[in-house]
């Protein structure tokens, strides 16, 4: 730990690299080593690319080898930059300090000036050099710790072409220091008296630590010290020539404006102060080099070079001190913000170039590199309007297209709506934004979706036509108490520490909600004490054979149906209104229906409450915000699917403990409590065909007598066939939700995180709420419903439709009916249905409308 400078225990290294120790707690490793994971997966990814690492390369290995490798890893030097530990290096005027008074009366930049002016300099080069490194070595020559970095700071000068040395002398006690032959004394005298390769190797010598104590115990003098050239006699007589203030001021230097005690050590290293270090903390050659290669990673040689090119002469350090002064300037007012140049060899061809309206003010140059056919080129074009509108800018648009498409990328029109200053109407008010769409082809069906900001719900309010007009809705602002549901989860937990609020108050969080873009807070929770063997996940209450036959034998009969549903445009709400039917005329039990809210029409919200009204079911509206962390859909019928199969978990109260999913597209023919009572043997849902075995869900399996279909299962070749290695493929049109089990086992967790790590690849999920469960069979058995609860023409044969609980309208990719025209000709009732809803309807509307009118004192003529 020593040797590379880890420091103290305990470390965690991922190939190579230290992980931060705030982040090696138990509570956050997961997510360190996650981060790390996706920091480097890209360098990895273009070293594929480029043939740099191939697949018989090992990686570690490989990642071991590059440039940025060091055998140490000083934390002192990478976590030293930050703004606030720069020198200001800006005073110009030459210094005019000659005792210890006046030096005294200097500013920081003055002193820092005088200095920078009395410092003689040593390198590995006997020629003037333009130095890209620039390093004043404080520290106490009188203590080992002192010679010791001292002795560092030299020995690297051997590897480093572009690195000069200076000492600035920091002792504890300053008389010692002053005597003639002390060690602080001779190095001094060293600096100002010898040439630069002659002190460098005198000064060597003088702060090897076994020269030390021979010279202390008078067993060594320094005519013993002196190197091949040196004039001793000389030397000495000038040295008594000196006087002891110049070091009395590096000190007052040192503990002003390095801010260090007396003797304290420290680096500064191109204006940046590396230290303190602590008394027993070792700054050896090759944290030097780590620490030269820091500064040359920030641009000192780049500099080191224009600064050349500027001519500026050598002699006198001036380069050197330009290239000081430059770096410590960029440094102190460095911001994060990294400018790139687009350098184009040429533009003739795929170059968009719109030049700013007026000239003769400051020009902003705006470059935009863009596939022209791709869904980020449709936000990137309104975009720079916008900025083309409101900036004065050159505009450069690099069109950069693929080179082969399989397909046209594009499937949709797009309009982003931001206007560049308010707009106000005659009567004062602002003028809402809007998007308009012309010219729009018509025959092709054509769905409206709003891609609107992460923090924001929205919802139709008003729409005359099957499309939606969109009103953005906020979420509610003011100020709000987060705290752990009461319950299991409080029982066992409690929150820690949180990330991006307000205050903790009590057992709750104060999060203030104050801008339209949202907050995204984060929230730590810590077992209870007494609780750190208890688990949110499993009870041992439930576990075990006997207590599941205990279950089974005093399980209570469900009290209600609760069905979830949901449906997009006209077509399907009407076909969503004869499910909701079809379920009140094959009950007798109390039915509530859970629909999704985000995609309903304002008409069907309009409709419902009056069909609730004629037919005595309850309902619930239900929303959730897809979450912005995980891979957006971009089609909205995908959108739906989604919404359909991952958020289970969250979407319906705790005190709903089974949920009955039905396609909008269904008509039922049973009593759906048959299903609420269905026992699904321990997993968390049932499908038609479709079994998790971990979930307490039964699925329906797709039907596979109708044989003039065969060519059409794909669940029987290729991938699934060797997937489901003899099981059946489960379809979502019903299923069947233990929302207590499903909670219980983390179920909604496990898929979105398999949908997460699937849905990146295009050619996966192609139909997302049944690929999904069936993909993950091996990992969460999936419970089948008997086959007469899930009937379909396309796949299942004629004889069995008799015997059909349900009727599902599958698409038929053979005919290619239209799902309407289906519902006609196979469900003989459909119609009668449609046509008791749409006067039941009327006449509520009727009512409605003759009642409302009475109140308001005016009876119809």
């Known amino acids: 730990m020593e040797k590379t400078a880890l420091g103290k225990a305990p470390k965690v290294l991922l190939n190579g690299y230290v992980l931060d120790d705030s982040g090696i707690k138990s509570d956050k490793i997961e997510e360190t080593i996650m981060y790390e994971v996706m920091k480097i997966s890209p360098t990895i990814q273009r070293a594929v690319m480029e043939g740099r690492l191939k697949d018989r390369s090992n990686v570690a290995n490989w990642l071991m080898e590059q440039k940025d490798v060091m055998p140490r890893l000083n934390a002192r030097v990478l976590d030293a930059p930050t703004t606030k530990n720069y020198l200001d290096l800006t005073a110009s005027t030459p210094c005019k300090a000659s005792t210890l008074t006046q030096f005294g009366t200097l500013t920081a930049p003055q002193k820092s000036q005088c200095i920078l002016e009395w410092a003689k300099y040593l390198q590995k080069s006997e020629e003037d050099i333009t130095a890209a490194s620039t390093l004043w070595v404080a520290g106490d020559a009188e203590t080992a710790e002192g010679r010791d970095l001292f002795y560092s700071a030299l020995k690297n000068l051997k590897h480093s072409k572009s690195t000069r040395v200076t000492f600035v002398m920091n002792p504890a ?320 937990y409690k929150i820690s520490n949180h990330f991006n609020s307000e205050r903790t108050e009590g057992e709750a969080i104060r999060v203030l909600i104050d801008s339209f873009s949202g907050r995204t807070i984060r929230v730590r929770v810590v077992k209870n004490e007494g609780m750190e063997e208890r688990s949110l996940l499993s009870d041992e209450n439930e ?93 909205k019928h995908r959108v739906m699917w989604g919404y359909k199969i991952l958020f289970l978990d969250v979407l319906f109260p705790l005190d709903v403990q089974k949920i009955i999913f039905v396609d909008a597209d269904q008509v039922v023919r049973a009593d759906l409590m048959e299903l609420m009572e269905l026992d699904l043997g321990g997993a968390p849902y049932g499908q038609a065909a479709i079994y998790f075995v971990n979930f307490k869900n039964s699925y329906v399996p797709f039907c596979e007598s109708r044989k003039e279909m065969d060519g059409f299962r794909f669940w029987k070749q290729g991938y699934w066939a060797n997937h489901l290695a003899g099981r059946r493929y489960h379809i979502s049109a019903l299923y069947v939700i233990d929302l207590h089990k499903f909670r219980q086992i983390a179920a909604g967790d496990r898929l979105r995180g398999q949908y997460q ?36 023409e396309t796949w299942c044969d004629d004889t069995s439709k008799s015997s059909a609980k349900t009727i599902d ?48 004192g005016h009876p119809e003529l």
Request: proline share 5%; with cysteine.
């Open 543 to 635: 576990e075990g054979i006997w207590n599941s036959i205990s279950q089974t034998l005093t399980r209570e009969k469900p009290e209600k149906i609760n069905v979830f549903s949901l449906a997009s445009g006209h077509l399907y709400e009407r076909f969503m209104r004869i499910m909701i039917l079809s379920v009140m005329k094959k009950t007798k039990s109390p039915v509530k229906f859970w629909l999704l809210k985000n995609y309903l029409s304002p008409q069907f919200k309009k409709t419902l409450p009056l069909m609730a009204k004629e037919y005595g079911f309850e309902y619930a509206l239900v929303e959730y915000k897809w979450p912005r962390w995980l891979h957006q859909q971009k089609e």
């Open 173 to 492: 006690d300053e008389a010692q220091a002053c005597k003639p032959n002390s060690i602080t004394n001779l190095i001094h005298a060293a600096f100002r008296l010898l040439p630069r390769n002659q002190a460098k190797q005198f000064v060597t010598k003088l702060v090897k630590e076994e020269n030390v104590k021979s010279f202390e115990e008078s067993k060594l003098n320094i005519e013993d010290l002196a190197v091949g050239g040196m004039n001793v006699e000389r030397f000495n007589k000038e040295k008594k020539q000196l006087n002891c203030d110049r070091i009395k001021m590096e000190a007052k230097f040192a503990q002003d404006i390095l801010k260090l005690k007396p003797s304290e050590r420290a680096i500064v290293a191109n204006g940046l102060i590396v230290g303190p270090l602590s008394a027993e903390e070792r700054f050896i050659e090759t944290d030097f080099a780590l620490l030269d290669k820091m500064l040359e990673a920030r641009g000192a040689a780049q500099v080191a070079t224009h600064v050349d090119k500027w001519e500026i002469e050598k002699n006198e350090e001036k380069a050197s001190d330009m290239v000081l002064r430059s770096m410590a300037l960029v440094g102190k007012h460095a911001v994060s913000k990294k400018r790139t140049w687009i350098d184009l060899q040429g533009d003739g061809h795929s170059v968009v170039k719109i030049f700013a309206d007026d000239a003769s003010k400051a020009i902003i140059d705006v470059a935009t590199v863009v596939d022209p056919l791709s869904t980020a080129a449709q936000k990137v074009a309104p975009i720079l309007e916008l900025i083309g509108q409101t900036v004065n800018c050159d505009l450069r648009i690099v069109m950069n297209p693929k080179g082969k498409l399989s397909e046209l990328p594009l499937k949709r029109f797009y309009r982003y709506v931001a206007s560049p200053q308010l707009q106000f109407d005659q009567t004062g008010s602002v003028v809402a934004s809007s998007a308009r769409f012309s010219n729009l082809p018509s025959k092709q069906l054509l769905t409206l979706s709003v891609h609107a900001p992460d923090a924001w719900m929205i919802e139709a309010v008003y729409a005359e036509y099957d499309l939606d007009n969109i009103k953005m809705q906020q979420a509610n602002p003011g100020s709000w108490l987060l705290r752990l549901r009461e319950g299991k989860s409080k029982e066992i």
């Open 757 to 792: 790590g699937l849905s990146s690849d295009p050619n996966s999920l192609s139909n997302l709420d049944q690929d999904l469960p069936n993909n993950m069979i091996h990992q969460v058995k999936i419970k089948s419903l008997p086959q007469e609860w899930l009937w379909c």
């Open 809 to 856: 309208l599958c698409n038929n990719p053979m005919t290619k009916e239209p799902k309407l025209d289906s519902a006609i000709r196979i469900i003989p009732e459909w119609r009668e249905y449609d046509e008791e809803i749409k006067k039941v309807i009327a006449s509520q509307l009727s009512s409605s409308e003759k009642k409302q009118s009475q109140e308001q």
